[in-house]
């Protein structure tokens, strides 16, 4: 069960949970007691390579995979199939160059840096989403897929982990999702979640658009018969029937209801939360810079954020896999076109630009990535898919991802593809090596353990930072 910030009714009537189970309170109970894991140890710094510690991160998340070759990694010397009917353009980066499918990124180049050769093994949407957001593999992938729910034996998602080895103030969300979480089909996608780490590191779900003109967060607004004291007494009440009342559910996903309630209350008193959730503080020029869709509200949303102290916001490009999203397997170039590449472009170097105007992109990581890639040849099966005519089916074996502030050198790029950008040719970079990046920025060590819920010690990664992007 995903929380929504706006279900205000259900904050405020309790007598909609139901009982725990004894050995789920007993599984609860080992997670308080749990020891600490150590500091973790920094990683050492190669000569001339800036020492990190970004404060918050903001993920772009471009579901459904966009296509290498269209983006950052262009082929123009490859046959027409593989470089299709977009073209070189140069950047602010002499040596560096993109498609002109992202004309407004080229003028951000030197605050980024693109890492041309990402690749895993898996191929299907589901479990590709949640190794990009955990940064491992799943042992088997197609188990994944066909869940309907997160786990909580899942791996937490990398902001979970940040979360429990980096405390932020109690007032704000340490994790926020925008606009909502996604979807494959009736399947919710795994890896959102803090999984063995617990309820309490989960995520806030918006479950709201932002670029509704009526959008507003109900949340935040006491009703009219509900002042401050009175607030807090049905908090009280909520403390004890939450000593009782709560249940898990028949697939084995855990019910975190009293986990968000209270979430829910710290942002009903918190004035600095309300604000932050206030698109209407912007000024129209900005907001219109960012673009009136729903990519460019969730991305300005997300600024707002961090720079109110959430310490890391995901944003999805799209929230169901099969309405609009990436996953092009037909009418690829004209949805690319038309569709995908003009908010993308639009959004992100919105963002860049935002951010190092206020004086923020030292301190916040952008990462924009999606679960994989695209076939570079033209109507082949490399998946489950069989529809691919018009269209590329997934393609885990390259891609590319891009990386800004947080320390990150802006201005390079780190590995190669082949000359159909098929697999990478130098400095192969796998996903769980990009979860490392992500922690070193954050100041935490790869290499650190913690306690899951049943108080096991586990590693938070298996990869090792690409030290090149510092």
């Given at each position: 069960?995903?929380?929504?910030?706006?279900?205000?009714?259900?904050?405020?009537?309790?007598?909609?949970?139901?009982?725990?189970?004894?050995?789920?309170?007993?599984?609860?109970?080992?997670?308080?007691?749990?020891?600490?894991?150590?500091?973790?140890?920094?990683?050492?710094?190669?000569?001339?390579?800036?020492?990190?510690?970004?404060?918050?991160?903001?993920?772009?998340?471009?579901?459904?995979?966009?296509?290498q070759?269209?983006?950052?990694?262009?082929?123009?010397?490859a046959?027409?199939?593989?470089?299709?009917?977009?073209?070189?353009?140069?950047?602010?980066?002499?040596?560096?160059?993109?498609?002109?499918?992202?004309?407004?990124?080229?003028?951000?180049?030197?605050?980024?840096?693109?890492?041309?050769?990402?690749?895993?093994?898996?191929?299907?949407?589901?479990?590709?989403?949640?190794?990009?957001?955990?940064?491992?593999?799943?042992?088997?992938?197609?188990?994944?897929?066909?869940?309907?729910?997160?786990?909580?034996?899942?791996?937490?998602?990398?902001?979970?982990?940040?979360?429990?080895?980096?405390?932020?103030?109690?007032s704000?969300p340490?994790?926020?999702?925008?606009?909502?979480?996604?979807?494959?089909?009736?399947?919710?996608?795994?890896?959102?979640?803090?999984?063995?780490?617990?309820?309490?590191?989960?995520?806030?779900?918006?479950?709201?658009?932002?670029?509704?003109?009526?959008?507003?967060?109900?949340?935040?607004?006491?009703?009219?018969?509900?002042?401050r004291?009175?607030?807090?007494?049905?908090?009280?009440?909520?403390?004890r029937l939450?000593?009782?009342?709560?249940?898990?559910?028949?697939?084995?996903?855990?019910?975190?209801?009293?986990?968000?309630?209270?979430?829910?209350?710290?942002?009903?008193?918190?004035?600095?939360?309300?604000?932050?959730?206030?698109?209407?503080?912007?000024?129209?020029?900005?907001?219109?810079?960012?673009?009136?869709?729903?990519?460019?509200?969730?991305?300005?949303?997300?600024?707002?954020?961090?720079?109110?102290?959430?310490p890391?916001?995901?944003?999805?490009?799209?929230?169901?896999?099969?309405?609009?999203?990436?996953?092009?397997?037909?009418?690829?170039?004209?949805?690319?076109?038309?569709?995908?590449?003009?908010?993308?472009?639009?959004?992100?170097?919105?963002?860049?630009?935002?951010?190092?105007?206020?004086?923020?992109?030292?301190?916040?990581?952008?990462?924009?990535?999606?679960?994989?890639?695209?076939t570079?040849?033209?109507?082949?099966?490399?998946?489950?898919?069989?529809?691919?005519?018009?269209?590329?089916?997934?393609?885990?074996?390259?891609?590319?991802?891009?990386?800004?502030?947080?320390?990150?050198?802006?201005?390079?790029?780190?590995?190669?593809?082949?000359?159909?950008?098929?697999?990478?040719?130098?400095?192969?970079?796998?996903?769980?090596?990009?979860?490392?990046?992500?922690?070193?920025?954050?100041?935490?060590?790869?290499?650190?353990?913690?306690?899951?819920?049943?108080?096991?010690?586990?590693?938070?990664?298996?990869?090792?930072?690409?030290?090149?992007?510092?």
């Amino acid at each position: 069960m995903f929380p929504f910030i706006h279900e205000r009714r259900r904050f405020l009537q309790f007598g909609c949970v139901s009982l725990w189970t004894p050995a789920l309170m007993d599984v609860l109970a080992a997670e308080s007691v749990a020891r600490a894991p150590s500091p973790p140890t920094p990683l050492p710094q190669g000569e001339g390579r800036r020492r990190t510690s970004a404060r918050a991160c903001i993920l772009l998340f471009q579901l459904g995979g966009p296509y290498q070759a269209d983006t950052f990694d262009p082929k123009p010397d490859a046959i027409e199939e593989v470089r299709g009917p977009f073209r070189p353009i140069a950047t602010r980066v002499p040596g560096i160059r993109m498609t002109d499918a992202l004309p407004r990124l080229a003028q951000h180049a030197d605050k980024f840096a693109i890492v041309r050769s990402v690749h895993h093994t898996i191929r299907c949407h589901n479990p590709a989403i949640y190794c990009s957001l955990v940064g491992r593999e799943a042992t088997d992938p197609m188990a994944v897929s066909n869940r309907t729910a997160a786990q909580r034996t899942d791996h937490p998602h990398f902001a979970s982990v940040v979360g429990r080895l980096r405390p932020h103030a109690p007032s704000m969300p340490q994790h926020v999702i925008i606009p909502n979480v996604t979807n494959n089909g009736p399947s919710k996608s795994p890896g959102l979640l803090a999984g063995y780490l617990g309820a309490q590191y989960d995520p806030f779900v918006l479950g709201a658009d932002p670029s509704d003109p009526d959008f507003r967060i109900d949340s935040f607004a006491l009703p009219e018969d509900v002042n401050r004291p009175r607030l807090a007494a049905r908090q009280t009440l909520l403390e004890r029937l939450d000593g009782t009342q709560r249940r898990v559910e028949a697939s084995g996903a855990l019910g975190t209801m009293g986990t968000h309630y209270q979430s829910a209350f710290n942002l009903l008193t918190s004035a600095r939360a309300k604000e932050a959730f206030d698109l209407n503080r912007e000024p129209a020029r900005l907001r219109d810079r960012y673009g009136r869709h729903i990519q460019g509200q969730s991305t300005l949303l997300a600024r707002r954020l961090v720079e109110a102290g959430v310490p890391f916001v995901s944003v999805f490009s799209h929230t169901d896999v099969d309405r609009g999203s990436w996953d092009t397997h037909n009418s690829h170039y004209a949805r690319v076109t038309n569709e995908l590449a003009p908010p993308a472009d639009q959004s992100f170097s919105a963002l860049l630009e935002d951010l190092h105007e206020r004086g923020l992109l030292d301190d916040v990581l952008v990462l924009w990535m999606g679960e994989f890639g695209r076939t570079p040849r033209m109507g082949v099966n490399f998946s489950n898919n069989t529809n691919n005519v018009g269209g590329r089916d997934h393609w885990c074996n390259c891609y590319s991802v891009v990386l800004a502030g947080g320390g990150v050198r802006g201005g390079r790029v780190v590995g190669s593809s082949d000359q159909v950008a098929g697999y990478p040719r130098e400095r192969p970079v796998h996903i769980s090596d990009l979860t490392a990046t992500l922690f070193h920025v954050f100041g935490v060590d790869p290499r650190s353990q913690l306690y899951d819920i049943q108080g096991q010690l586990r590693f938070i990664c298996e990869g090792n930072p690409v030290l090149e992007l510092f």
